[in-house]
Nanobody
């Protein structure tokens, strides 16, 4: 069993930055691909970015490419999402996800564990 706890959400003005963290329990963290999804009000949950277990491979949704950066520290069982140049359309609840298949392109149906989510609000 793996528990994921996100932190770092909040309110920021357009153009600003936020850094999300996701702390994972358990000893097999490095075997999981980790990712971030988001869900805006009234919309489906969408994939944002994923990273392989060893951190070498990443995959970004087109909407965040060049603005967001995912990283992980396997010694700390933590994955990070640095979000720069934020836009109002980035407003959503952001969820951390763990996928034992290891591919950074994570499908929602393949997610083994979800975090509880953290709200990110970008004002215009």
């Amino acid at each position: 069993q793996v528990q994921l706890v996100e932190s770092g959400g909040g309110l920021v003005q357009a153009g600003g930055s936020l850094r999300l963290s996701c702390a994972a329990s358990g000893r097999l963290f490095s075997r999981f691909a980790m990712g971030w999804f988001r869900q805006a009000a009234g919309r489906d949950r969408e994939f944002v970015v994923g990273i392989s277990g060893n951190g070498y491979d990443t995959y970004y949704a087109d909407s965040v490419e060049g603005r967001f950066t995912i990283s992980r520290d396997n010694a700390k069982n933590t994955v990070y999402l640095q979000m720069n140049s934020l836009k109002p359309e980035d407003t959503a609840v952001y969820y951390c996800a763990a996928d034992h298949w290891g591919n950074p392109v994570i499908r929602p149906s393949a997610v083994d564990y979800w975090g509880q989510g953290t709200q990110v609000t970008v004002s215009s």
